[in-house]
């Protein structure tokens, strides 16, 4: 039998099936963590992804083993295309999801489920109004909020994603777990990162072990239990006893999961990123428009994914602002 090259397996022996396509650089909030207070200078139109573009590159992809698609941005629906876009890749054979703000998706609950969209993960970092405003610079607390609870209505597994920061919403922890009591959530907290622009620094972030603290401080021992997580989750899941959703914190700075990273990025304009803290990315659009087969460029990507977080090995390494500031700005990446 011919030994086939597996062009989505890395030196370090990881396959990746999983591919996060970013469908727009644009935005309906403007997330503090995310988006630049000037904002980010947008690639023109025609170096965006068209439909059939994102189509005929994800049908590479899966080709060579990806197994689920979760189209992201900047937020995706705002693109006008989205339910054409879907539409397209519902006919390959991958789990499709989907991150969103959920401010407009009340308008696409149809169209997701007539697709195959079963779960979505969903932006909110504050239950307070004015803190969310805060945050993400937009007075949409309430339409997400009740599209929130619209999804849970309607069906869809939704998980919620939660940016935690220092002296901002750390002490909303319990809170957010409260709300799992009754809703079948589960609420991500997710430790802050650093991006280009997003004046991150580690005294903003809260770590998982002061999550659990606080947690575990709050809630008899024996009512925190530890969850099953998935094959490549990159979440630590929890649950309160007799809770119907669920908690869990993913801890990309103090807790990296690179040894079973499954993960690749493809951006708006068409660039594959092998990993978020990467800077180097390879060019897939202008290979595809200049008529040439992408699988070499996606093979030489894959081959050149370092072990660890984008090459920064440790903790201190991770730290240098510098090595955040040639990266993109999450906005323009993906999340
Ligand atoms: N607009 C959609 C949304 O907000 O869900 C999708 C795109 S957003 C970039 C994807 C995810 O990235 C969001 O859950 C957001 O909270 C997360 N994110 C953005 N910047 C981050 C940062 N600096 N640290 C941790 N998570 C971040
Ligand atoms: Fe927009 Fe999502 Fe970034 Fe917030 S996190 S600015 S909603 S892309």
Known sequence: MKNETNILQDTHGRKHSYLRISLIERCNLRCTY???????????????????????????????????????????????????????????????????????????????????VKSLNISLDSLNPDKFHKITRRNEFNKVYNNILLLVKEGFKVKINAVLMKDFNENEIIDFI?????????????????????????????????????VNT?????????????????????????FKGSFAVISSVTNPFCDSCNRLRLTANGQLKNCLFSSSESDLLTTLRAGKNIEPTIHKAVQGKFKIRGGMNTLEEFKKPKLHNNNRSMITIGG
């Open 34 to 116: 995310c988006m630049p207070e000037e904002g980010v200078t947008l690639s023109p139109k025609s170096h965006l992804m068209t439909y059939e573009e994102i189509y005929d590159i994800a049908k590479t992809f899966v080709k060579h083993g990806v197994t689920k698609i979760r189209l992201t941005g900047g937020e995706p629906l705002v693109r006008k295309d989205f339910p054409v876009i879907l539409e397209k890749l519902a006919s390959l054979p991958v789990e499709l999801s989907i991150t969103s703000n959920a401010v407009i998706i009340d308008k696409f609950t149809e169209v997701l489920k007539a697709n195959g």
């Open 178 to 214: 409260n709300f799992t009591k009754d809703l079948p959530v589960s609420i991500r907290f997710i430790e802050f990162m650093p991006f280009d622009g997003n004046r991150w620094d580690m005294s903003k972030m809260v770590s998982y072990a002061e999550i659990m603290d606080i």
């Open 218 to 242: 709050h809630f008899p021992t024996n009512q925190v239990i530890r969850l099953k997580d998935a094959p490549n989750d990159t979440s630590k899941n929890y649950k309160i006893k007799g």
